[in-house]
């Protein structure tokens, strides 16, 4: 009976997870939107809420941890796109803009993309509230 309950907060939990790192990852992207050689990179929502609910086989972890561009790039830790102490897979963004440096990173595309992962976490934030209530409400015979 609990269970059945918490189905639905246990799925928008791990939606904020994943909403967490992808906005981790954005912010990622527009820190180093002026370093040379960066590439940029997101995280596939949807692969990734489908491999944290067991919707599809996960793939083995790199155990270097995460690809640098560059060998003299320091390795950040979490930078391999852990959700919860799982890994997500990062994807690297397509290019949209050639760049003499060889900087992937389109600012006007990762603003979009932090504006909305935000507008869609807060969303997130605002359904668990809810149905928080709403399950208070009930016990309390409101």
């Not at 639905?8 to 906005?23: H, K, N, P």
């Not at 939107?33 to 067991?54: C, H, L, N, S």
């Not at 440096?101 to 605002?126: C, P």
């Amino acid at each position: 009976m609990f269970a059945q309950l918490t189905a639905g907060l246990d799925f928008q939990a791990t939606a904020l997870g994943v909403r967490s790192e992808r906005q981790r990852v954005i912010a990622s992207n527009i820190a180093n939107a002026d370093t040379p050689g960066y590439v940029a990179r997101d995280i596939d929502f949807k692969q990734a809420m489908a491999e944290a609910t067991g919707g599809q086989p996960r793939l083995a972890p790199s155990t270097a941890g995460a690809p640098r561009a560059h060998p003299a790039h320091f390795a950040l830790p979490g930078a391999n796109g852990h959700i919860d102490g799982t890994p997500a897979e990062l994807g690297y963004t397509v290019q949209t803009q050639p760049a003499m440096d060889n900087n992937t990173v389109d600012l006007d595309r990762e603003r979009a993309n932090f504006v909305d992962n935000a507008v869609r976490y807060e969303s997130t934030l605002r359904f668990i509230n809810g149905y928080s209530r709403t399950i208070l409400s009930a016990i309390q015979g409101q």
